[in-house]
């Protein structure tokens, strides 16, 4: 089985900072995609940023303000989240493409999910 932790949310203020972290564990033989989705009350599930090889796709709403970063030896991937504003409330959901040893397909998995409000 495969298990995605996160960590890091919380409550700050508008123009405040926060890292979320996701460490990906269990029977794993790649990781290909890694990424960060959010869900605010009454809204759908929306990309924040994937994060593919050299590839980085960030969602028009957070560019010049949040960076992904991963560390591949560690299965992990972080958000850092600069110049936070209270319409980055949300649940923030780490999500994976990842093979299962003794597989042959990559297969989505997800986070638990973790609150950040921004709010003063």
């Known amino acids: 089985q495969v298990q995605l932790v996160e960590s890091g949310g919380g409550l700050v203020q508008p123009g405040g900072s926060l890292r979320l972290s996701c460490a990906a564990s269990g029977s794993i033989f790649d990781i290909n995609a890694m990424g960060w989705y959010r869900q605010a009350p009454g809204k759908e599930r929306e990309l924040v940023v994937t994060?593919?090889?050299?590839?980085?796709n960030y969602a028009d709403s957070v560019k010049g303000r949040f960076t992904i970063s991963r560390d591949n030896a560690k299965n992990t991937v972080y958000l850092q989240m600069n110049s936070l504003k209270p319409e980055d409330t949300a649940v923030y959901y780490c999500?994976?493409?990842?093979?299962?040893?003794?597989?042959?397909?990559?297969?989505?998995?997800w986070g638990q999910g973790t609150q950040v409000t921004v709010s003063s």
């Open positions: 999500n994976a493409k990842i093979r299962v040893r003794y597989t042959s397909n990559y297969i989505d998995y």
């Open positions: 994060s593919s090889g050299a590839n980085i």
